[in-house]
């Protein structure tokens, strides 16, 4: 058995879209007008949800959410390291696991295009991007085959902006499980 280590290094991204209802955005506009900030402030602040007095809502991740999907980021910065008996077999840059524009794929890759719609409710997007470790995955196996790997690239759409996101890898079927991260949080954008 071989032991194998894929480590995602770079730019990683956490989007939560949560609604809240009618009710609860004329709370959270109160709140903040007691709290003197404005909403996209006030939700990285505990005082605003201390003004807004409410059981249910302790933080801005208490609210109902509809999508939450953390990864790697497209970035040029980005990149697997795949390690197998702790060397360094492979390094693969974001861009070549996207197989854009390839006669032949490098990469077994699916893609697809993460939506989210509600009629009644106001959605708040809250965008969190951080650079470390995004994301460690250990396994082991009597051989390692690269082209058994299985990754899958959401595409979000947040605003104007579109992310896309390493957030799932199988290896031969199997869902691999991040033992650890290591990152550090650079900044946050919230749409509502």
């Not at 008996?85 to 006669?103: G, H, P, V």
């Not at 509600?118 to 082991?140: H, M, Q, R, T």
């Not at 990754?151 to 691999?176: A, E, H, P, R």
Request: net charge neutral.
């Amino acid at each position: 058995m071989v032991k194998v280590k894929l480590s995602l290094r770079g730019c990683g991204t956490t989007i939560v879209k949560g609604c809240v209802d009618n009710e609860l955005w004329q709370n959270l506009q109160c709140a903040a007008k007691k709290a003197r900030t404005n909403i996209e402030l006030g939700l990285f602040d505990s005082d605003l949800f201390k003004v807004l007095n409410h059981p249910d809502y302790k933080s801005w991740r208490n609210f109902n959410s509809m999508l939450e999907i953390t990864g790697l980021s497209d970035n040029r910065k980005s990149f697997i390291e795949i390690k197998v008996d702790n060397k360094t077999k492979e390094k693969i840059q974001f861009s070549d696991i996207q197989n854009n524009n390839l006669l032949f794929p490098l990469y077994n890759t699916e893609t697809i295009l993460i939506e989210t719609e509600l009629v009644k409710s106001k959605i708040i997007s809250v965008v969190e991007s951080d650079i470390g470790l995004v994301a460690s995955y250990k396994f082991a196996t009597p051989n390692f085959i690269v082209e058994d790997l299985r990754f899958f690239i959401g595409n979000v759409i947040v605003g104007n902006l579109q992310y896309s996101i390493l957030y799932k890898i199988f290896y031969q079927n199997k869902l691999l499980i991040s033992s650890m991260n290591d990152s550090v949080v650079t900044y946050a954008l919230i749409e509502n």
